[in-house]
């Protein structure tokens, strides 16, 4: 029964009637113009309605023949969900505490560095202090 379907799904692809929508560039605009012109409108839907019964009834025996995979996947898809969500937590709490380490870091860091240029400045000072206390020492 399975080729039966496959062959009958085959048979409406490659319909002349048919191939037209599988087609890159169809074109609606096109098509409908042709089948005006042609004056064959009501076999043409009537053509399309039988195709898009088939298709269905295809469909169908394939959500039917593949009912257990379906699920099997819906299923996974869920549970990969939930450790996408769980995953999302974890990285927003690792970049919080990434966060809070920064701050640690970053402010100590600052103060040191404040800290070295007051003493660069300090030690600036004092030499030029030292200069001036040996020019007056010498001088008198």
Do not use: W
């Not at 087609?23 to 839907?45: G, M, R, S």
């Not at 937590?89 to 870091?105: C, F």
């Not at 040191?112 to 300090?122: C, E, F, M, P, S």
């Amino acid at each position: 029964m399975e080729d039966g379907k496959e062959v009958s799904t085959n048979s409406l692809l490659k319909d002349e009637c048919y191939s037209d929508f599988l087609d890159e560039d169809f074109d609606v605009k096109t098509y409908t113009a042709q089948a005006i012109h042609h004056a064959v409108i009501a076999e043409q839907l009537a053509k399309l309605a039988q195709g898009i019964s088939q298709l269905d009834k295809e469909l169908h025996s394939q959500v039917v023949a593949r009912h257990e995979d379906l699920l099997a996947q819906a299923t996974g898809i869920e549970s990969l969900e939930g450790v996408l969500q769980m995953m999302q937590t974890r990285i927003s709490a690792l970049q919080a505490a990434v966060e809070r380490m920064r701050t640690k870091i970053v402010d100590p860091y600052n103060k040191i560095v404040g800290r070295i240029t007051q003493l660069a400045r300090l030690q600036v000072s004092l030499n030029i202090i030292y200069v001036i206390v040996n020019y007056v020492l010498q001088c008198c």
